[in-house]
């Protein structure tokens, strides 16, 4: 049985997060997004609880998938949960640069081996730092993200 996790701090969960975590479910047995504390991210938008329960409701379709929460190392979570394999999602080449640099990283200090998988073009482009900012101004971002994100932006806007 293979287990893989998908860690990042989805704030909030969108489109190409969804596709990702849905590829990886059609090729995994068990898919485990971990939404992380991002240190680099000082003031995130949504609360833990919500930003787990808007991706439980993202991904309510995909019978594979289980989310936890968790503010350490990847490294940390994948040995505590067994898992096989870290995923991670590439929409460009600055993407993949940063990402190919944490997976030597995760690799060399615990031979953990990291899965890239391609958006696909039409959400190549998505990046929650844009949702955040489109929406603080009341833009509308309801076709980038799943229905359950959009209501919870849509109630913070002023």
């Given at each position: 049985?293979?287990?893989?996790l998908?860690p990042?701090?989805?704030?909030?969960?969108?489109?190409?997060?969804?596709?990702?975590?849905?590829?990886?479910?059609?090729?995994?047995?068990?898919?485990?997004?971990?939404?992380?504390?991002?240190?680099?991210?000082?003031?995130?938008?949504f609360?833990?609880?919500?930003?787990?329960?808007?991706?439980?409701?993202?991904?309510?379709?995909?019978?594979?998938?289980?989310?936890?929460?968790?503010?350490?190392?990847?490294?940390?979570?994948?040995?505590?949960?067994?898992?096989?394999?870290?995923?991670?999602?590439?929409?460009?080449?600055?993407?993949?640069?940063?990402?190919?640099?944490?997976?030597?990283?995760?690799?060399?200090?615990?031979?953990?081996?990291?899965?890239?998988?391609?958006?696909?073009s039409?959400?190549?482009?998505?990046?929650?730092?844009?949702?955040?900012?489109?929406s603080?101004?009341?833009?509308?971002?309801?076709?980038?993200?799943?229905?359950?994100?959009?209501?919870?932006?849509?109630?913070?806007?002023?």
């Amino acid at each position: 049985m293979s287990k893989v996790l998908y860690p990042g701090s989805f704030d909030p969960v969108h489109n190409g997060h969804i596709e990702i975590i849905s590829t990886a479910s059609r090729l995994f047995d068990d898919v485990i997004v971990a939404a992380m504390l991002n240190p680099g991210k000082a003031n995130p938008l949504f609360t833990d609880d919500e930003r787990s329960e808007m991706i439980k409701e993202g991904t309510s379709h995909l019978g594979n998938v289980s989310v936890v929460m968790f503010g350490g190392l990847v490294i940390d979570i994948a040995a505590e949960l067994e898992i096989d394999l870290i995923v991670k999602g590439l929409r460009g080449v600055a993407d993949f640069e940063a990402e190919l640099q944490m997976a030597q990283m995760n690799r060399s200090m615990t031979g953990i081996e990291t899965l890239f998988i391609p958006s696909t073009s039409e959400d190549s482009y998505i990046a929650s730092k844009y949702i955040r900012e489109i929406s603080k101004f009341g833009g509308n971002v309801s076709h980038l993200v799943p229905a359950g994100v959009d209501r919870r932006l849509q109630e913070r806007q002023p």
